[in-house]
């Protein structure tokens, strides 16, 4: 199965987990917005997010990982599963 990347980013310390929304950055980049209520320590908001986010495109943990910007809210993820239900879904969660 293919994959495909999704640009977000990330609120940590939100007061819940949300997945949805659109973030656009000064120069018109389009990233969709994952709050997490996990802080930023030892890894816990990563996780939270790879968690969100799996569970917001309908796939399992295992498909969702962290390719750029471990370290910091905008983040790159590849999602292991098939690039034009990916795209379907990316649109629908930024109007949310």
Same mark, same amino acid.
């Given at each position: 199965?293919?994959? @495909?990347?999704?640009? *977000?980013? %990330? #609120?940590?310390? /939100? =007061?819940?987990?949300? %997945?949805?929304?659109? !973030?656009?950055?000064?120069?018109?980049?389009?990233?969709?917005?994952?709050?997490? =209520? +996990?802080?930023?320590?030892?890894?816990? @908001? #990563?996780? /939270?997010?790879?968690? +969100?986010?799996?569970? +917001?495109?309908?796939?399992?943990? =295992? /498909?969702? =990982? *962290?390719?750029?910007?471990?370290?910091?809210?905008?983040?790159?993820?590849?999602?292991?599963?098939? +690039?034009? #239900?990916?795209? /379907?879904?990316?649109?629908?969660? !930024?109007?949310?």
């Amino acid at each position: 199965m293919a994959g @495909a990347d999704i640009r *977000i980013r %990330v #609120n940590p310390g /939100a =007061s819940r987990t949300v %997945v949805g929304g659109l !973030w656009q950055g000064p120069d018109g980049e389009r990233r969709l917005v994952v709050r997490v =209520s +996990a802080p930023p320590d030892k890894g816990k @908001a #990563n996780k /939270a997010v790879t968690a +969100a986010v799996a569970k +917001a495109f309908g796939l399992p943990k =295992s /498909a969702v =990982s *962290i390719t750029a910007g471990d370290k910091d809210r905008l983040k790159t993820l590849r999602l292991e599963a098939d +690039a034009a #239900n990916v795209t /379907a879904r990316l649109e629908h969660l !930024w109007d949310k």
